[in-house]
């Protein structure tokens, strides 16, 4: 029988990863001082989460075993687990940069700390580095090491073609409507969160019990990035019709000039009228227009497609779901626990 990880047990196991990087890095005679530095812009940086992503390793690792799994075992999975927290976490460093922001789970962004400002960027490349020296130290004679090793490079690749269609779509000082498209949502939601997300926690797993064969990769594929996709396009509805109570903070996706589901769909739907309202008020720093487009979405019943497209996307998934060819010993379990995680969230 699976067995489900918890925050704490996920957790206890970074202290050794974070031993073995800071190892490394004295092999060089880094100066304390600046051992110190990266010590913390690791912690801070890579702890606090919900690590979700990374918890989805040894998730998916005991289903595909269909039991518990030993000391050793559990230490593997969630090490790779912990290595995409370190990816997460050199995505966020840079993209706060990128975005200008505030906050970062509730305390000001890592480049907004005392003394740090653009050293950030340089702690965002060791962040990446991280993940393969921990590769080496753990990984070097598993058989799929080269294949972790691609994987990772591969996903860092999409995600950062993702993140520059973003940058360049939707530019927060800059509205240009006619720069949205669902073709380039659709490009961004993939690429920037789905293969990352979704994707690599089960590719890892795959390769880290030797199941990692062409026919269930690509099942795991055709089935988790559209996973994936549906992630985004709750989040983009949560965004704006989501409790900040419950989704833990306050939507900004409008004020942002986000290029999201939501104003995607009233693109596509609006009258010369309407989309005359949306060229006045998206993307503007200011809650009366925000409160503009907020009525417009009311009027457009926004909510209600979302709950027809999820509807209609939940069946369709569970159906491939069901579809899966298991000869090569992969389980629908791994798909059904994504899917339970995330179908009818409020937050």
């Known amino acids: 029988m699976a067995t489900k990880t918890t925050l704490q047990e996920f957790e206890s196991v970074f202290p050794q990863l974070e031993e073995d990087v800071l190892e490394w890095a004295k092999k060089y005679n880094l100066p304390q001082e600046q051992l110190d530095w990266f010590k913390k812009s690791l912690e801070v940086n890579t702890l606090g989460g919900k690590c979700n992503r990374g918890m989805s390793v040894p998730d998916t690792v005991s289903v595909l075993l269909e039991r518990p799994l030993s000391k050793e075992e559990y230490f593997q999975a969630?090490?790779?687990?912990?290595?995409i927290e370190l990816l997460q976490a050199f995505f966020l460093v840079s993209d706060d940069i990128m975005d200008s922001s505030i906050t970062r789970r509730g305390k000001p962004c890592w480049y907004r700390q005392e003394g740090v400002g653009m050293v950030a960027i340089n702690d965002a490349f060791l962040l990446e580095s991280a993940i393969y020296g921990l590769l080496k130290k753990h990984f070097k004679s598993h058989p799929s090491y080269v294949e972790f090793i691609e994987l990772f490079h591969e996903v860092t690749f999409q995600t950062e073609l993702g993140q520059m269609c973003d940058l360049l779509t939707a530019p927060e000082d800059v509205v240009n409507l006619d720069n949205f498209s669902m073709e380039k949502y659709t490009f961004i939601v993939i690429y920037k969160t789905a293969y990352y997300s979704f994707y690599l926690p089960v590719a890892l797993a795959l390769h880290m019990l030797h199941l990692a064969t062409p026919k269930n990769l690509k099942q795991a594929e055709d089935i988790l990035i559209p996973m994936g996709e549906y992630f985004q396009i709750q989040d983009?509805?949560?965004?704006?019709?989501?409790?900040?109570?419950h989704i833990g903070k306050i939507g900004t996706d409008i004020m942002d000039n986000k290029?999201?589901?939501?104003?995607?769909?009233?693109?596509?739907?609006?009258?010369?009228?309407?989309?005359?309202?949306?060229?006045?008020?998206?993307?503007?720093?200011d809650?009366?227009?925000?409160?503009?487009?907020?009525?417009?979405?009311?009027?457009?019943?926004?909510?209600?497609?979302?709950?027809?497209?999820?509807?209609?996307?939940?069946?369709e998934i569970k159906t491939k779901i069901d579809q899966i060819d298991g000869?090569?010993?992969?389980?629908?379990?791994?798909?059904?626990?994504f899917l339970a995680k995330i179908y009818k969230r409020s937050r």
């Open 259 to 285: 290029c999201s589901w939501l104003v995607n769909q009233a693109l596509k739907r609006a009258t010369p009228a309407q989309r005359k309202v949306l060229e006045e008020h998206y993307g503007q720093k």
């Open 236 to 245: 983009d509805y949560l965004d704006n019709f989501g409790l900040p109570e």
């Open 287 to 315: 809650k009366t227009h925000e409160a503009h487009v907020k009525k417009l979405y009311d009027e457009m019943n926004l909510k209600a497609l979302y709950e027809e497209y999820e509807e209609k996307f939940v069946g």
């Open 78 to 83: 969630a090490a790779l687990g912990w290595m």
């Open 327 to 337: 000869s090569e010993g992969l389980k629908k379990g791994a798909f059904e626990t």
